[in-house]
C-alpha cells in the first residue's frame, strides 16, 4: 500500500503541471485579457482607470497623440487613440511584455512554492485575497458534504430495504421534489421566508459571525456561527440530498438482488449480517468514488449563487469575480489549489476503498 501511495503522490506531480499548462495557454491566447480590459477603460474614459498603472502623469497621453501607428492600434481592440508608450505601460503593469514561454516559466516557479502573486485588479496579495475568502468555503463546503452524506446514505439504505413501502414512496416525493427546485431558487424561498423578505425575520442575511463575534463567549460563538449557516447550508444540502439518497438506494438494491445475497441468507445469516457483512461493503462503493467531484463542488461551483443570495464571499464568489475581470492571477490559483485538493482527496477515496472493502488492494496498481 505504501508502494501505491508513493506512486499515486508522485502522479499528482504531472497531473496539476498538465491541468495548470492547458488552462494557462488557452486563457492567456484568448482575447479580452486584462490588457484590453484596461485599454477599454482608458477609451472609455472611466474615472481613475489610469490610476492602476504607474501612479505617473501618463493619463495626459490619452487622446494627445495624433500619429498613433497602425500596427500598435492594431494589437488590441479598442486601441485606437492611445499612445503606444501607454499601451506598452500597460502591457509591463500586467505582464504581458515578456513572451508566453516566459511567463509560463515563471508561473510554474512561483507556484511551487505557493507565491501567486498579487491580484490585477485589488491591492493585495492573492494568497491573502484566499486566506480571506477560505473561511466562508470551508463553512459552507464541509458541513454540507457532511450533512448531505450522514443524512442520506443511512436514508437511502432504509429506503432500498423498504422498497415500494409508503416510506419509499413519501420520501421519493419529497426527493422528486427536492430535485425539481434548483438551490438558488430554494435559497430565495428561504430568504423571503425567514430572513426577513415578507414574512419572519429569524436568521441574518448577511456574514458568516456577527458584529462582536470575538468578544462573546465560546458557546454563544458557536450558536452565532450556526445561526449565519442554517440557511445557506439548508439551501446547499437540498440538490446534493436528492441526488445522493437516490444513488444510495439504487446501489443497495442492485446489490441486495445478487446471487452471493440469497446463499448468505440460506447459510443462516440474518438480514443486519448481510447488509453490513456484505452488502454494505460493495455497494458503498460507488458512493465513495463520487466523493472527490461532489466535495470539490460544494467548496467552488455548489456555493457560487448561495455566496451571493447570503452575501458570504468566498472562493466561489472570488472565481467568478476573477474571471469577469480577467484577473489572471486569482483564476490561477483557485485552479490550483482546488486541482491539488481534488488530487489529494481521490488518493483519500482510494484508501477509504481498502477501509470499507478490506478484499480492494492496489499492491499491482
Known amino acids: 500500500m505504501s508502494a501505491y501511495i508513493l506512486r499515486r503522490l ?25 490588457v484590453e480590459k484596461m485599454i ?10 489610469l490610476e492602476r498603472i504607474t501612479g505617473s502623469d501618463q493619463g495626459d497621453m490619452i487622446g494627445s497623440s495624433t500619429d498613433v501607428t497602425e500596427s500598435a492600434s492594431s494589437a488590441y481592440m479598442g486601441s485606437k487613440g492611445l499612445d503606444p508608450e501607454l ?8 505582464g504581458f511584455d515578456k513572451p508566453i514561454w516566459e511567463r509560463y516559466v515563471m508561473m510554474l516557479k512561483s507556484y511551487i512554492t505557493f507565491d501567486f502573486g498579487d491580484s490585477f485588479f485589488r491591492n493585495t496579495s492573492v494568497i491573502e485575497l484566499i486566506k480571506e475568502k477560505l473561511p466562508v468555503s470551508i463553512s459552507l463546503g464541509i458541513w454540507s458534504t457532511l450533512i448531505i452524506y450522514f443524512v442520506s446514505i443511512p436514508l437511502g439504505i432504509r ?19 427536492g430535485t425539481a427546485i434548483p438551490g438558488f431558487l430554494f435559497a430565495i424561498l428561504l430568504v423571503i421566508l425567514f430572513s426577513g423578505g415578507n414574512y419572519l425575520d429569524w436568521f441574518p442575511l448577511r456574514g458568516l459571525t456577527s458584529d462582536g463575534f470575538e468578544s462573546m ?3 454563544e460563538q458557536i450558536l452565532d456561527y450556526v445561526w449565519h449557516l442554517a440557511l445557506p447550508i439548508t439551501a446547499m ?4 440530498f436528492a441526488t445522493l439518497t437516490m444513488l444510495t438506494k439504487n446501489s443497495f438494491l442492485d446489490e441486495i438482488s445478487k446471487q452471493y445475497v440469497i446463499t448468505a441468507k440460506a447459510k443462516g445469516l440474518n438480514d443486519k449480517q448481510v ?32 455566496e451571493v443570495i447570503f452575501s458570504l464571499d468566498g472562493i466561489g464568489l472570488l472565481g467568478f469575480e476573477a474571471t469577469v475581470y480577467r484577473d489572471y492571477p486569482v ?9 491539488l485538493m481534488g488530487l489529494v482527496i481521490s488518493l483519500i477515496s482510494d484508501l477509504v476503498y481498502t477501509w470499507v472493502d478490506p478484499r480492494i488492494t492496489f499492491e499491482r496498481a
Not at 499601451?87 to 500586467?94: N, P, Q, T, V
Not at 444540502?237 to 446534493?240: E, F, K, Q, S, T
Not at 461493503?281 to 466523493?291: D, T, Y
Not at 483564476?331 to 486541482?339: D, E, G, H, K, S
Open 237 to 240: 444540502v437540498i440538490g446534493g
Open 331 to 339: 483564476m490561477f490559483a483557485t485552479l490550483y489549489i482546488f486541482t
Open 159 to 177: 429506503k432500498a430495504l423498504r422498497h415500494g413501502s409508503k416510506f419509499d414512496i413519501y420520501t421519493s416525493t419529497a426527493i422528486i421534489i
Open 275 to 306: 447488509l453490513y457483512g456484505h452488502v454494505f461493503r460493495n455497494a458503498m462503493l460507488i458512493i465513495i468514488s463520487g466523493f472527490p467531484a461532489a466535495f470539490i463542488g460544494m467548496f467552488f461551483t455548489g456555493s457560487l449563487l448561495i
Open 40 to 49: 477599454m477603460e482608458l477609451s472609455g474614459e472611466q474615472d481613475g482607470a
Open 87 to 94: 499601451i506598452k505601460d500597460i502591457e509591463k503593469l500586467y
Open 10 to 34: 508522485l502522479l499528482i506531480i504531472p497531473t496539476l503541471l498538465g491541468i495548470m499548462t492547458i488552462n494557462f495557454f488557452i486563457v492567456q491566447t484568448s482575447p479580452g485579457g486584462p
Open 217 to 219: 463567549a465560546w458557546h
